[in-house]
């Protein structure tokens, strides 16, 4: 069966026929993508011809093969197109009033000469969604520069907030900030499509999202602390910097191994307490635990450094503590915990055989997404959403091609 005739996740999944295009590249808008394609939407991957999606080429590769687009672009389906070329800017209109969604991660001026600005989408479709991720949003001064995640985290005070407190703000090992502004942009979709199916005066929608707004969002008190305190929250290590929390950190074992403490109650503390000895009764207020969150955090240290990592959980649990070993790549393919929640599924890839990624996250009991095929070659899917969703003739595909528009 071929991938054209291959049943996709329409057929399936809380968002079947839900129709997307993506002008999108990298993460944040792609990732907004996926998460809808992995509920049951089709959704096409705009990527110019030749590289195509810069995302292609990032990360570790196997056998010359890359590994990041083979989840980034899975459920998708790919298209070329060179909108620097009046017909194939024709053909990105007529993929606008298909679709239901458009996302886009352009410049201002780019949108506006490309014909994908607000203006110009919600002339072609009036009931169109468009969400559009920028740098610093549409309305700013600075609708036009350049953006990246990174600089979005470094905006909203995450990264401020991040690291020891006589160290560097440190940056997460992953694109955090363009993951949340993807999983907020699919949020805000979703809402505006709840609106349309909802209101019958709907007329359209434009969710404008700054790179830096999502993980600004998300630091729910670092404002009104600023606001009504007059001060500035600080680096905290692992500690949460507001939080009343008396032991939060990680700690070495005998055997090299990290692991997670977290007591954020009053009885979680005082279990911590009787775990390494101390009277309980010296630790049954806030205000005690805090003020000897030192002597508890330098107990723990000791107490995990004279035991293995299997002695130190054993004794956690017995002791109604919550501790993790600190998961990398390796703990996660073995836990059985994942393997119970089926969150990491096997799926048939033509580059690389069998290989194994997230499930889709959340599940849905009973209608659950799926994953039908991995981040596909470039430009597969041209002959099916060209000539059979857009309708394209054999003469307009041919002079399309001979022109290198797509």
């Given amino acids: 069966m071929s991938d054209k005739d291959k049943p996709n996740a329409t057929g399936q999944g809380q968002l079947r026929g839900l129709k997307v295009v993506e002008f999108a590249h990298v993460v944040a808008g792609p990732l907004a993508g996926s998460m809808l394609a992995d509920q049951g939407a089709d959704v096409v991957h705009v990527e110019p011809p030749g590289a195509g999606d810069a995302a292609r080429a990032m990360g570790p590769r196997r056998d010359g093969v890359p590994l990041w687009f083979k989840v980034a672009g899975r459920n998708k389906r790919s298209v070329t197109l060179d909108l ?22 352009l410049r201002a ?14 002339r072609i479709n009036p009931q169109a969604v468009l969400l559009q991720i920028s740098g610093f949003g549409a309305t700013s001064s600075q609708a036009d520069a350049p953006g990246f995640g990174k600089m979005g985290e470094a905006r909203s005070g995450v990264v401020h907030l991040t690291g020891s407190p006589d160290g560097p703000p440190v940056h997460t090992g992953f694109s955090h900030g363009d993951a949340v502004t993807g999983l907020m942009g699919a949020y805000a979709v979703l809402a505006a499509l709840h609106r349309r199916d909802h209101d019958p005066d709907f007329d359209g929608e434009w969710i404008d999202l700054a790179l830096f ?4 969002r998300l630091v729910e008190w ?13 680096r905290s290590g692992n500690q949460l910097a507001v939080a009343p929390a008396a032991v939060i950190n990680t700690y070495r074992s005998r055997d090299a191994q990290w692991i997670t403490v977290t007591s ?8 911590v307490a009787r775990l390494l000895g101390l009277p309980e009764e010296e630790f049954a207020t806030s205000e005690q635990q805090h003020a000897r969150r030192g002597e508890l955090d330098d107990g723990l240290r000791a107490w995990v450094a004279e035991r293995s990592e299997a002695e130190c959980l054993e004794a956690f649990a017995r002791a109604e ?30 580059d690389l055989g069998e290989v194994r990624m997230q499930a889709v996250i959340p599940h849905f009991r009973q209608h659950p997404g ?15 959403v060209y000539r059979d969703w857009l309708g394209l003739s054999d003469e307009e595909l041919a002079a399309l091609e001979k022109n290198d528009a797509v």
């Fill in 84 to 105: 620097h070329h009046e017909a194939a800017r024709a053909v990105a209109h007529r993929l606008v009033a298909w679709a239901d969604v458009v996302i886009v991660t």
């Fill in 109 to 122: 001026g780019r949108l506006r000469s490309w014909g994908l600005d607000w203006e110009a989408v919600h």
């Fill in 213 to 216: 707004e999502p993980l600004f």
């Fill in 222 to 234: 670092q404002v009104i602390v600023h606001d009504q305190l007059g001060t500035v929250p600080q």
């Fill in 264 to 271: 954020a109650t009053l009885r979680s503390v005082r279990n």
């Fill in 321 to 350: 503590v919550v501790a993790s070993r600190v998961f990398d790549a390796a703990d996660i393919a073995a836990d059985p915990v994942y393997a119970e929640r089926e969150d990491i599924v096997t799926v048939a890839d033509p």
């Fill in 370 to 384: 799926r994953i039908w095929r991995t981040g596909p070659a470039l430009g597969q899917d041209n002959d099916l």
